[in-house]
């Protein structure tokens, strides 16, 4: 079958890889190049073992603990059972394409896909009609493939990352109240990636934020985090979302790359057996999104004080064992095991209501 994917990022890769050995894959990328400019944080929980086996070349960094900061400067720290994986995001996308070219799929770059059966050439600037049973939209946050097919408006985050020079402890600080949330995570041991997440005002409170790692600025970088909405479409007759596009991400951490290879596997599925793929890839990961979509929107409502008293919460042996064995991948899990230990959790749902 002639299958067209939009979007050259990891997932249409991943995508363009797993389809095109039994089909004829062509992906337009507008980009010269797949992985570059790097637009990501690039941390990944251990349940990306689930998926792929790890490669050396695009790994930088293995983290074994974490800092959440309350408004009153105190923190929990997770010591994690397992480490949290950075990754270096150009080698990371560009392994996806190496997978995709070796399994046959050709890549089209320099095009950007501007009409539902058209692509316009960024050298010639002149437009050439695309012919496919199937159309995948890869496209990122601000998919077109989504809006000529009407498949749902989106809301999003600004981020905004710097890359600083400062000699670290090899821990992520994450702060759940800074913007909508904030991070410094070490990239090496002398080198962060500091940036924030917001709905508005990003580069001022990243300014603010950032004070707190004084260091030679080397680098910007910055981008759109969809937010995941359980009531989006992805899938439309012979279209289908994947990724970003899709708004397959986690609202309380931004982390979009799980969610997004584990559907682009369950579109797969769906494909080769002929099966609903908005059905497939919501019974896989559609209640951990919803479950980071609901304490997002109860996270969105807490005072000072709530983060101060959340993070106390935690901050007892039996509650930190939760956070450090639970990927938060399985969100639904450190929730219920949370409120089990400690009922008085449930106080802070009222937050919605
Ligand atoms: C600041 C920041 C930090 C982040 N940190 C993390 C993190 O630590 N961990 C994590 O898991 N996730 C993180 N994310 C989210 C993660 O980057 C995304 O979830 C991920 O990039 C999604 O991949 P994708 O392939 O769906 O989309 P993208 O990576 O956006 O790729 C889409 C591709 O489509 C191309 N494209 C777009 N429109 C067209 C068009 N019309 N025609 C042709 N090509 C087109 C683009 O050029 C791009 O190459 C972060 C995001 C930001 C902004």
């Not at 050995?21 to 010269?32: A, I, M, Q, R």
């Not at 070349?57 to 010591?79: G, H, M, Q």
């Not at 596009?245 to 799980?258: D, E």
């Amino acid at each position: 079958m002639k299958i067209t994917v939009i979007g050259g990022g990891p997932i249409g890769c991943y995508t363009a890889s797993l389809l095109s050995k039994d089909n004829e894959v062509t992906l337009y990328e507008e980009k010269k190049e797949v992985g570059l400019p790097i637009q990501c944080t690039g941390i990944l929980s251990d349940t990306i073992h689930e998926i792929i086996p790890i490669k050396k070349d695009f790994v930088a960094n293995k983290i074994w603990s974490t800092r959440v900061y309350s408004p009153n400067n105190k923190f929990l720290r997770i010591d994690f059972k397992k480490p949290n994986i950075i990754i270096y995001r150009n080698k990371f996308d560009q392994h996806f394409r190496d997978r995709a070219l070796k399994n046959g799929a050709k890549i089209v770059h320099k095009h950007r896909f501007t009409g539902k059966k058209e692509v316009l050439s960024l050298e010639t600037r002149k437009k050439k009609k695309i012919d496919y049973k199937m159309l995948i939209g890869a496209d990122g946050p601000l998919s077109k493939v989504s809006e000529l097919n009407g498949l749902g408006k989106r809301k999003y985050l600004q981020g905004v990352q710097a890359l600083i020079k400062k000699k670290n402890d090899n821990v992520i600080d994450f702060y759940p109240h800074i913007g909508t949330y904030a991070w410094a995570v070490p990239q090496t041991e002398d080198v962060l990636r500091v940036g924030v997440a917001t709905e508005k005002n990003a580069m001022k409170i990243f300014k603010e934020f950032s004070k707190r790692y004084k260091g030679k600025l080397l680098g910007w970088q910055g981008g759109l985090i969809p937010l995941h909405n359980p009531k989006l479409q992805t899938a439309k007759n012979n279209v289908y979302l994947v990724g970003d596009a899709a708004a397959q991400i986690k609202n309380t951490t931004g982390g979009g790359l799980i969610p997004g290879l584990i559907s682009a596997e369950e579109l797969k599925k769906a494909i080769d057996n002929d099966l609903d793929y908005d059905k497939l890839w919501r019974k896989r990961i559609g209640k951990s999104l919803w479950t980071h979509y609901f304490v997002r929107n109860i996270m969105n409502n807490f005072d000072d004080d709530d983060w101060n008293r959340l993070i106390q919460l935690f901050n007892k042996k039996s509650m930190k064992h939760i956070l450090a064995t639970e990927s938060r991948d399985k969100p639904i899990r450190i929730l219920t095991k949370a409120i089990l230990r400690n009922p008085s959790m449930l106080k802070f749902f009222k937050k919605i209501f």
